[in-house]
T-cell receptor
Framework: RKEVEQDPGPFNVPEGATVAFNCTYS??????FFWYRQDCRKEPKLLMS???SGNEDGRFTAQLNRASQYISLLIRDSKLSDSATYLC?????????????FGKGTKLSVKP | DGGITQSPKYLFRKEGQNVTLSCEQN?????MYWYRQDPGQGLRLIYY???????QKGDIAEGYSVSREKKESFPLTVTSAQKNPTAFYLC??????????????FGDGTRLSIL
């Protein structure tokens, strides 16, 4: 079975801290990767796509390591509003069960 | 505004009853998906449709049915055969399906509970 594995946390960090999450994926044929953010009792929202060369969006940086099959998300200068669950997602390339595999999420809590 | 609309936001089901959850999108997306999320758990795929008039079972299709008669609509019926229907149901869409290159965008969900 193709899986995406994440540390569930919670990660409890003070405001202004830098925090990093990793996740691993089992399908070596996966082509596309994403990070989603999900607030409590809300729908997941796309945070950013993850590109092979790595990409940055403001305080957020995503990296992909294909050789080791892991994806990372770095959040700099954490804000209280960053508190949420972060879902790691990989494409199920060639799979018959939909096209994206979601991890169970890593919970982040940013404290004052 | 373009987006995905799910209704109702909250739904209660009596034992033996079938209920239908609505999902409508005006993003002109070809692919649509239904997921179920239980507390503290990840998203599990129920059904997906890559194109109108076609749909496929996901990981947990038993006790559910769908239709895709129109591009913009993908309703999910929770049948009486689904013995544990209490969950948060999420509908999503993407520009295309199957290639896995496109992110999915979600509606704001329907919470289903048993009376």
């Amino acid at each position: 079975r193709k899986e995406v594995e994440q540390d569930p946390g919670p990660f409890n960090v003070p405001e202004g801290a830098t925090v990093a999450f990793n996740c691993t994926y089992s399908n070596s044929a996966s082509q596309s990767f994403f990070w989603y953010r999900q607030d409590c009792r809300k729908e997941p929202k796309l945070l950013m796509s993850v590109y092979s060369s790595g990409n940055e969006d403001g305080r957020f940086t995503a990296q992909l390591n294909r050789a080791s099959q892991y994806i990372s998300l770095l959040i700099r200068d954490s804000k209280l509003s960053d508190s949420a669950t972060y879902l790691c997602v990989a494409s199920n390339y060639g799979g018959s069960q939909g096209n994206l595999i979601f991890g169970k999420g890593t919970k982040l809590s940013v404290k004052p | 505004d373009g987006g995905i609309t799910q209704s109702p936001k909250y739904l209660f089901r009596k034992e033996g009853q079938n209920v239908t959850l609505s999902c409508e999108q005006n993003l002109n997306h070809d692919a649509m998906y239904w997921y179920r999320q239980d507390p503290g758990q990840g998203l599990r795929l129920i059904y997906y449709s890559q194109i109108v008039n076609d749909f496929q079972k996901g990981d947990i299709a038993e006790g559910y049915s769908v239709s895709r008669e129109k591009k913009e609509s993908f309703p999910l019926t929770v049948t009486s055969a689904q013995k544990n229907p209490t969950a948060f149901y999420l509908c999503a869409s993407s520009i295309t399906g199957g290639s896995g290159n496109q992110p999915q965008h979600f509606g704001d969900g329907t919470r289903l509970s048993i009376l």
